[in-house]
């Protein structure tokens, strides 16, 4: 991590005007020098201040020109939707807005790796595989859950303020990233987020090790390769148990691209490889049936642009080239809200982050402390129980809540 680089949970509108929650991870400028700058903030041979990350798994709405991306909490996560469909309803949100791309997901892979954080999520039908007191929010029989509503462990820093699923739930789609004929391919630094995501992109560079292509493939697993002719199949097996031909150690590229952690001969999240696809297009960080397989860096490179699933969904960032912007989303969450006269004042219950209250949900009442979630200060109250459980209910409903 750098310490320049700092992030802030914050809700961003887009051209719509739908509120979208968002984490920004900005630079300030004058506190760091090019050369360190992470790829994530360079776009285009430019260096941009910030990146906002959705904080949950996008469910959509419908606009005059079509499907929307929308991050919310308390939504159920849109699926069964292509890639160009994913990337098309994120583009329409505005200038900046693009579907997640793979520096941005890997980014906050290896920002975990730092901070020693294990992400966890729901991978197995509502919780967490390896830790199955970590329950989500189930919201169908399949044992998919409401986004906003997990564990704080779930993030990918361990802090409400981070981006939640990035572990489970959901598959997600990234640009950036592809297997073209088995070959490794990447778009450099964060170009994606502009451009990358079409079939033909200029700007597809081949990963290589040694001065030659790197390959991937199935083949009673799935073996890391600089072999020009391979076998044509596919397979998938845990990332421990990757195998390397014609190759000494993991290549640096391996590292950069989010195919594998550092510590890879420990990781238990899948990886798959087909090598027979024209091109096969990526999907990160696991599902709800993943199971033993599960984990942030799960990686499924198996699939044709074309493909959908019923456990794949798409999650929009957007980039910011003003630093003008930036400061004024950061002086928008500092400030006190309040609305009407007399109605409404953030000095009061329930509009004080942090009091501690109940919410009576399920048969019981929940103890925790108010945060600030959807609609905070203007019809929903929401708490935060000490395992990291986000229950809400409406302001309305009074005979609901209550201070303590």
């Not at 901070?115 to 970590?134: S, V």
């Not at 609609?375 to 986000?390: C, L, N, P, S, Y």
Request: charged share 25%.
């Amino acid at each position: 991590m750098k310490e320049f680089v700092k992030k802030k949970a914050v809700i961003v509108k887009d051209r719509l005007g739908l509120p979208n929650y968002m984490t920004m991870f900005y630079m300030e400028p004058g506190t760091y020098n090019p050369e360190d700058v992470p790829e994530m903030f360079k776009i285009k041979n430019k260096i941009v201040p910030a990146i906002l990350i959705s904080q949950y798994h996008n469910t959509t709405m419908k606009s005059m020109g079509g499907d929307v991306a929308v991050s919310l909490p308390y939504q159920q996560p849109r699926h069964t939707i292509t890639l160009d469909e994913a990337a098309a309803a994120c583009a329409r949100k505005g200038e900046g807005w693009h579907l997640m791309t793979n520096t941005e997901f890997v980014y906050l892979l290896h920002e975990a790796e730092e901070l020693g954080h294990t992400i966890g999520g729901n991978t197995n039908h509502g919780c967490n595989a390896d830790n199955p007191q970590e329950k989500g929010v189930v919201y169908d029989s399949a044992g998919r859950t409401l986004t906003g509503c997990d564990p704080l462990t779930w993030s990918h820093d361990g802090t409400a303020g981070g981006v939640f699923g990035i572990c489970g739930n959901f598959w997600e789609f990234v640009t950036g990233l592809r297997l073209h004929k088995g070959v490794v391919e990447y778009t450099k630094d964060n170009d994606a987020a502009v451009e990358g995501y079409t079939t033909e992109a200029p700007d597809w560079q081949v990963a290589t090790a040694n001065g030659k292509p790197l390959r991937l493939y199935g083949n009673d697993g799935v073996t890391l390769s600089t072999k020009e002719d391979v076998e044509v199949a596919w397979d998938g097996c845990h990332i421990k148990d990757l195998q390397l031909e014609e190759l000494e150690e993991m290549p640096e590229i391996a590292y950069k691209l989010g195919i594998v952690p550092h510590d890879w001969k420990n990781e238990t999240a899948g990886i798959w490889a087909d090598n027979e696809l024209e091109e096969a297009v990526p999907f990160r960080g696991s599902s709800f049936l993943s199971t033993s397989f599960g984990g942030a860096g799960a990686l499924d490179l198996s699939n044709a642009r074309s493909s959908v699933g019923g456990d794949v969904s798409l999650r929009s960032a957007l980039f910011l080239e003003s630093w003008q912007l930036v400061t004024d989303l950061l002086k928008a969450g500092c400030g006190s809200t309040r609305r009407s006269a007399g109605r409404m004042s953030a000095d009061n219950f329930p509009y004080v982050e942090g009091q501690p209250a109940e919410i009576y949900f399920d048969g019981k009442w929940h103890r925790g402390k108010i945060i600030a979630g959807y609609r905070f200060r203007d019809g929903i109250v929401t708490i935060q129980t000490e395992d990291g459980k986000k229950i809400w209910c409406g302001e309305s409903r009074k005979e609901l809540y209550r201070a303590l």
